[in-house]
């Protein structure tokens, strides 16, 4: 009887623990949110995920960043290509609603490039934290 007792315990703490993790993911995530960089010593990259409402701030602000070369003209929000901003740094962007991925290859690219990119990636997190 005793053993029963510590198991069905030990099962009520695995089901209220499994049940709290969910309600933190949820209340983590609630505006589905979601930033991710990745790194390594030829490429940098973020992936985003987020509101489809936020999706016209963040390519606003990507091109007020890119300078002269508006990548997102006439208010189209998907892209699929690999583009240049003002400085001819080379950038891989994929925007669709609610979705950005950026990939820069650093061996395409100077420094002062990687540097800009990384710039323009951290404005872009702070964007997306913004009025959340």
Do not use: W
Request: hydrophobic share 35%; proline share 1%; charged share 25%.
């Amino acid at each position: 009887m005793r053993l029963q007792t510590i198991v069905l315990g030990l099962v009520a703490v695995i089901v209220i623990m499994v049940s709290c993790h969910t309600v933190f993911d949820r209340f983590a995530n609630h505006n589905g949110l979601s930033i991710s960089v990745n790194e390594s010593a030829h490429s940098y990259q973020l992936f985003a995920k987020f509101n489809r409402k936020r999706t016209k701030d963040v390519l606003q602000y990507i091109d007020e960043y890119a300078g002269n070369n508006s990548i997102f003209h006439s208010g189209n929000v998907e892209i699929d290509a690999c583009t240049y901003l003002e400085d001819q740094t080379r950038v891989y962007i994929y925007s669709h609603p609610g979705s950005l991925k950026i990939k820069f290859d650093k061996d395409e690219n100077s420094e002062e490039s990687y540097e800009k990119v990384k710039e323009m990636c951290e404005g872009i997190k702070d964007v997306l934290s913004q009025n959340q």
